[in-house]
Nanobody
Framework: VQLQASGGGLVQAGGSLRLSCASS????????MGWFRQAPGKEREFVAA????????YYADSVKGRFTISRDNTKNTVYLQMDSLKPEDTVVYYC?????????????????WGQGTQVTVSS
C-alpha cells in the first residue's frame, strides 16, 4: 500500500492550497480516508475525513468552514481544499485510510501513512 500526498507549498495568509493524495495497493473505495497534520515535536492530529462514498465528511473544529475534503474513487485520490489559510496551519499534512474500527477522529485507527506534504503559510 502506498499513499503519496502532494500539493503543499508556500502561501500567504488568507490564501488557498489544494492537497491531493493518490493511493495504490488497496481497494480505495472501501475505505474512509483521512487527512492529518503534524508539527515538529507534536502528535499527529486529525484534520478531516470522508466516508467511502463521500456521503459524509468530518472536520476538526480548527479547520471547519475553511477546509473541504473530497474524493474521486475513479482516481483513487482524496483531496483537501484549504482556504483562508492561517500561519498556524503551517505543518506537514498526511493522508491515510482508516483500517481499524474505532473513532473516525482517532489517529490510531489509520495506517499506511506515506510521505506527507509541507504547507507553509506566511503572515
Amino acid at each position: 500500500v502506498q499513499l503519496q500526498a502532494s500539493g503543499g507549498g508556500l502561501v500567504q495568509a488568507g490564501g488557498s492550497l489544494r492537497l491531493s493524495c493518490a493511493s495504490s495497493g488497496l481497494t480505495f473505495s472501501n475505505y474512509v480516508m483521512g487527512w492529518f497534520r503534524q508539527a515538529p515535536g507534536k502528535e499527529r492530529e486529525f484534520v478531516a475525513a470522508i466516508t467511502w462514498s463521500g456521503g459524509a465528511t468530518y472536520y476538526a473544529d480548527s479547520v471547519k468552514g475553511r477546509f473541504t475534503i473530497s474524493r474521486d474513487n475513479t482516481k483513487n485520490t482524496v483531496y483537501l481544499q484549504m482556504d483562508s489559510l492561517k500561519p498556524e496551519d503551517t505543518v506537514v499534512y498526511y493522508c491515510a485510510p482508516q483500517v481499524k474500527s474505532g473513532s473516525i477522529y482517532s489517529v490510531k485507527t489509520y495506517d499506511y501513512w506515506g510521505q506527507g506534504t509541507q504547507v507553509t503559510v506566511s503572515s
